[in-house]
């Protein structure tokens, strides 16, 4: 497998566990290089790698970013950000979760046993929160412009983001790409519903390639696929 698959000028998708877990690497005009989830807690070697194999080194990075606090997507955090010396940034409502290593109760409509084996409270190395808390509709000075855009629902800080730039969305756990495009489980969410209803927001943005942090990207007309799925499960 691959360690970085391009998305767009300067934008890599990082394959972490096949393409079934995917982070990101944003890299600047100037050479500073954001990272974006970093997988479960032995992928942050990986993601050091795939800065390597873009011609990159740990003092580039200045961001480390997360879509939310799940442990496949913040279970790297600690390595990566020990390795680069930062702190990571994240939604308010996902960091206390980040800063402990816990998770966020699942949806008690959907609480099953599976979850707790699933989503282990404690089982998520704690990792630096940086002071600064991302936003809705907040533009990260990221590859000439990222915007965070809040969808809660899968965890309570849950943010996809938009690269305007290049027409990229990321949608983070919002919406999967394995074998289709389809839901997160329900039982691995806070709020299935809300997240139901916050990934409509992902049907208004603007973009031409679809990246999905499960799956692999869609480059043949997302917005439209996104659009018909939200349609049909509305
Ligand atoms: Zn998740």
């Known amino acids: 497998m691959a360690l970085t698959v391009p998305l767009a000028d300067g934008i890599w998708r990082v394959p972490l566990i096949g393409d079934f877990t ?3 690497l944003l890299r600047d005009a100037d ?18 790698k795939a800065l390597t194999s873009i011609g990159s080194g740990p003092s580039d990075v200045t961001r480390l970013l997360l879509t939310h606090c799940h442990p496949d997507h913040a279970g790297g955090a600690a390595y990566v950000a020990e390795q680069t010396g ?39 190395k704690p990792a630096p929160v940086a002071e600064e808390m991302l936003y809705d509709g907040q533009v990260l000075d990221v590859a000439g412009g ?9 965890s309570p800080g849950h943010c996809s983001y938009l690269h305007r730039d290049s027409g990229l969305l ?13 839901w997160p489980l329900k039982m691995l969410c806070s709020d299935f519903a809300m997240t139901k209803q916050t990934a409509h927001r992902l049907a208004e943005l603007d973009y031409t390639t679809a990246a999905f942090t499960h799956g692999p990207e ?10 018909t799925f939200l349609a049909k499960e509305a």
């Not at 990222?146 to 899968?154: D, Q």
């Not at 990321?170 to 389809?182: E, P, S, Y």
């Not at 869609?218 to 659009?227: C, K, L």
């Open 22 to 24: 995917n982070g990101f």
């Open 146 to 154: 990222l915007e965070v855009v809040h969808t809660p629902g899968h």
């Open 170 to 182: 990321i949608t983070g756990d919002a919406i999967f790409n394995v074998l289709g495009i389809r």
């Open 31 to 48: 050479g500073q290089v954001t990272v974006l989830d970093m997988g479960l807690s032995f992928s942050g070697k990986r993601v050091m």
């Open 86 to 124: 930062r702190a990571v940034s994240v939604h308010a409502d996902d960091a206390e979760y980040v800063r402990t290593g816990t998770q966020p109760d699942p949806d008690p409509a959907q609480r099953s046993a599976l979850l707790t084996r699933l989503l282990p409270s404690g089982s998520t």
């Open 218 to 227: 869609i480059t043949d007309r997302p917005r439209e696929a996104i659009r």
